[in-house]
Every structure is written in structure tokens, then in C-alpha cells.
């Protein structure tokens, strides 16, 4: 069974910084497209990166330049650096696994990010 | 930037009635459009890839239509599980965007 657990949400403030974590079961985290998808009352559900299968990353404009992807195949994990934050970046993040095409087959939980003095 | 509208905001419907749901893109996206449904407090669920294809082990109750600019997510025979929030995806350029939803509540 496919499975994704997120950790590492929390209250931060504006300019610090915070790492998601996005532990994998039932695949490999090598083998496919993992993606960092967040939402929030504001600015609806908005796709943030995406980490392929051959280890090249993307980036909404939003957070390019602040926020980078990685992996570790030898903890099936996918991370989510997060530099420099704002007040528009408070939203639930979800990782989320995409299939060839990249719509969004398999969501985590989600893990909330407050940026708020 | 692909900018995806969906319409209406909310729409207000009676458990065993059908509802359509519209999505429409600001430039054409051949087929690569995907429906999600999310309930309060949970994740999105996908429902529906490529325009039509229906994701494994969604009801037959779903069906997607639609190609170019102009999308249509059809409910038919509405249970009290459908009752939910409805969002586009568009994959067919970069950034990926979702449309803003559409809430189909009980009437």
C-alpha cells in the first residue's frame, strides 16, 4: 500500500526557516515523481515543486530562489527546505505522488506551516 | 501561466440528483486536465486523468468530458459521500495550476 507521512510543519517566523519531511512506503522514492503541493484559504490548492525520478527538481516562482527539494533513497524519504519564509507561505503542506503526466495520484496527510510573528 | 476557472462556486443540490461542474483554461490544454475531490480535514483524492479516464476504484457516478479550454466534471445520482469540494488540475504546462473549486452542497 502507497503511503506518505509528512512531518516537520510548525509555527515559524517571518524570515526563518523549516524542513518538511515526506517519509514513502510501497514505493520507491527513486522511481517516481514526488511533489510538494500546498494549500491555504487564500490562495486555494498551489503547487510548490516536484523532484523526478532521474533527481531533477522544479519550482513554482514563488518559492524559487527560497525552497529546495531532495531525497534520500536510503531513508525513502523527500524533504522540503524551506528558507526565508513569509506570511503567504503559511499554508497545509501535502506530499504528494504524481504519475507520468503529473496529476496527483497518492496525498499525504499534510503538515501545517504557520509563518506569523 | 495557465490561470483555470471553475464554476459556479457552489452549487446546491438535492442527494439523487446529478450535478455538472464546469473547469475552463485560459489557453488549451489538449486532454491534460484532472479532477480531485476533497472532504473537509482530508487530502484531495483524484478522481479523474486525462479529460475522462476515471482514477482505480472511483465510482462509475464520475465522469469527465472536455478538451481545449473547456472541462466538465459530471455527478450523477449524488450520495451523501459526494457532498464535498470539487477542484480542476492542468498538467498540460508548466506551472502545474488547480482551478479554485466548487463546493457541491446538500440542498
Known amino acids: 500500500e502507497v503511503q506518505l507521512v509528512e512531518s516537520g510543519g510548525g509555527l515559524i517566523q517571518p524570515g526563518g526557516s523549516l524542513r518538511l519531511s515526506c517519509a514513502a512506503s510501497?514505493?520507491?522514492?527513486?522511481?517516481?515523481?514526488l511533489n510538494w503541493v500546498r494549500q491555504s484559504p487564500g490562495k486555494g490548492v498551489e503547487w510548490v515543486s516536484i523532484?523526478?525520478?532521474?533527481?531533477?527538481?522544479q519550482y513554482a516562482d514563488s518559492v524559487k530562489g527560497r525552497f529546495t527539494i531532495s531525497r534520500d533513497s536510503s531513508k525513502n524519504t523527500v524533504f522540503l527546505q524551506m528558507n526565508s519564509l513569509r506570511a503567504e507561505d503559511t499554508a497545509v503542506y501535502y506530499c504528494?505522488?504524481?504519475?507520468?503526466?503529473?496529476?496527483?495520484?497518492?496525498w499525504g496527510h499534510g503538515t501545517l506551516v504557520t509563518v506569523s510573528s | 501561466e495557465i490561470v483555470m476557472t471553475q464554476s459556479p462556486a457552489t452549487l446546491s443540490v438535492s442527494p439523487g440528483e446529478g450535478a455538472t461542474l464546469s473547469c475552463r483554461a485560459s489557453?488549451?490544454?489538449?486532454?491534460?486536465l484532472a479532477w480531485y475531490q476533497q472532504k473537509p480535514g482530508q487530502a484531495p483524492r483524484l478522481l479523474i486523468y486525462g479529460a475522462s479516464t476515471r482514477a482505480s476504484g472511483i465510482s462509475a457516478r464520475f465522469s469527465g468530458s472536455g478538451s481545449g479550454t473547456e472541462f466538465t466534471l459530471t455527478l450523477s445520482s449524488l450520495q451523501s459521500e459526494d457532498f464535498a469540494v470539487y477542484y480542476c488540475?492542468?498538467?498540460?504546462?508548466?506551472?502545474?495550476?488547480f482551478g479554485g473549486g466548487t463546493k457541491v452542497e446538500i440542498k
Open positions: 510501497g514505493f520507491g522514492v527513486n522511481d517516481n515523481y
Open positions: 488540475q492542468q498538467y498540460g504546462s508548466w506551472p502545474l495550476t
Open positions: 504528494v505522488r504524481a504519475l507520468t503526466g503529473i496529476y496527483f495520484q497518492n
Open positions: 523532484i523526478y525520478g532521474g533527481g531533477s527538481t
Open positions: 489557453q488549451s490544454l489538449s486532454g491534460n
